[in-house]
């Protein structure tokens, strides 16, 4: 029995849901309104994009932060975190095994580093983009000055990624300190999109004090912004934060939700996260299944990767490790699917 067959072809129709609409639908579906979810997410996925999966790969340059999420293994305050920079070199050894393995896009990804100025991270923009000019590159460095938006996009950066968490303010102080804020988080995002950046948002799925009412703010927020990119995985407790005793995310929540992005924001580039392949092993096909079309396997030294502890038991190893391509891409393969090495832009399809 499904109650909300309607809702989910109203999504599909109009892209969007009231606010009350969101709230029911995310507080009173079952298994039925998320099989019906995802073979609509898949249908649309499989017109835009073909049955085409996008590579990026992801470079965890460094693991020191200033801030303090109460979510995450690096932040400030946890002391036994194993903090690490990778100098410019070893980023374009990196990026070197990823074009040879097929990688069009690198993401740069890291705690917010002071010692990352502009200046520094213009010079490495710069230099990956001379050598590998058929490649975008991702930043995801977290907030900065508009200015240090702009001269980084100058430099050359094509996209970035900045998760909002929650779009709702109440939810957001529960899980930062009160020096931030989701206003500067959406103003940041806003100021992204206007530089020209291919602009992600996002959110975890299962943070502690989520609800359906939270999620619609998610989603309006979704909504208004039109991101390029939606990077959403479940939240998975770490044990050195104050959130180590809260439950991890649900994996069947998270796989909704994908689908119900797709249904909403049909060209949307849309990850089927590490977290997620950390909960299932099976969570990238999942993934994919929900309307998913982007993987972004590891590219970060071997040496470093159980450094970047954003969560416990983080993968990093086998189809999550760049080298595991092959073996994701036949995973991929079982499921209809391929992946390819195109740089994988946000286009109007
Ligand atoms: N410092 C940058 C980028 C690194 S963190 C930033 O914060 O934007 C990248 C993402 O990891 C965050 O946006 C957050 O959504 C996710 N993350 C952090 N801790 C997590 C946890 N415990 N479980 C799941 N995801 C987590
Ligand atoms: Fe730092 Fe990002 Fe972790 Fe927050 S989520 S503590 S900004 S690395």
């Not at 969101?22 to 609509?40: D, H, M, P, T, V």
């Amino acid at each position: 029995m499904m109650k909300h067959k309607t809702l989910i072809d109203a999504l599909e129709e109009n892209g969007y849901l009231r606010r009350d609409e969101w709230i029911a639908l995310l507080s009173e579906s079952g298994q039925a309104e998320s099989r019906y979810a995802a073979g609509k997410a898949r249908k649309i996925a499989k017109r835009y994009f073909g049955n085409r999966i996008y590579i990026r790969g992801l470079i965890e340059f460094t693991s020191y932060c200033r801030n303090n999420c109460l979510y995450c293994g690096l932040r400030r305050d946890n002391t036994k975190a194993r903090r690490y920079r990778l100098t410019q070199e070893e980023i374009l050894d990196c990026c070197r095994r990823g074009y040879a393995l097929g990688f069009r896009t690198f993401v740069l990804q890291g705690g917010e580093d002071a010692y990352v100025t502009d200046v520094r991270m213009e010079r490495i923009i710069r230099r990956i983009k001379a050598l590998y000019p058929d490649c975008a590159l991702t930043l995801s460095l977290g907030e900065r000055e508009e200015a240090s938006y702009r001269r980084l996009y100058e430099a050359g950066a094509d996209r970035y990624l900045l998760r909002h968490e929650t779009a709702d303010e109440v939810h957001y102080a529960m899980l930062h300190p009160p020096e931030m804020s989701a206003g500067h988080r959406k103003k940041c995002l806003w100021q992204l999109r206007d530089i020209g950046y291919q602009t992600g948002c996002g959110f975890m799925v299962g943070s502690p004090g989520q609800t359906a009412e939270t999620l619609a703010e998610d989603m309006a927020l979704i909504h208004e912004l039109h991101p390029h990119m939606i990077g959403i995985g479940p939240f998975i407790p770490h044990r050195d934060t104050p959130f180590a005793g809260e439950k991890a995310g649900s994996v069947e929540l998270t796989l909704f939700l994908l689908s119900l992005l797709r249904i909403m924001e049909k060209q949307v580039l849309l990850p089927a996260t590490t977290a997620l392949a950390t909960l299932r092993e099976d969570g990238r096909q999942l993934g994919i299944l929900a309307g998913a079309n982007v993987i972004m396997p590891n590219l970060s030294p071997a040496g470093v990767r159980d450094k970047y502890s954003l969560y416990d038991n983080k993968k990093h190893t086998g189809e999550e490790a760049a080298e595991g391509l092959e073996k994701l891409r036949r995973s991929m393969q079982t499921i209809g699917y391929e992946t390819v090495s195109a740089r994988g832009d946000w286009e109007e399809r």
